[in-house]
């Protein structure tokens, strides 16, 4: 259960971080390189204070390709998810 949640939080990241990256007007790279640190980003960190090494991102395949399938849909289908934004923005909070 913890995993999936990991998994959950990197993609609401790697959505936050996809959609500055859009709203900049980035190309797919840019939107794609910014969803992935964003997603990650934290979760590197959060494993490398805790003595976790070497982070789960690392070892785990799923948070970068879940980092790029967000980037890939929020860069596809922004203003659609862009209506949704409030349930991005609570999921961020949780």
Known sequence: MIHILDIFGTLVFALSGA????????????????????????????DVVLGSTPPAAMVNYMYILT????????????????????YVMVADAV
């Not at 007007?25 to 997603?39: F, H, K, N, P, Q």
């Not at 967000?70 to 934004?85: E, L």
């Open 19 to 46: 959609f500055r990256g859009v709203k900049h007007e980035l190309d797919l790279l840019g939107v794609l390189v910014l969803a992935s640190v964003t997603g990650i980003g934290g979760g590197i960190l959060r």
């Open 67 to 86: 980092c790029l399938v967000g980037g890939m849909a929020v860069f596809f289908a922004a203003p659609r998810i862009a209506k949704r934004w409030d």
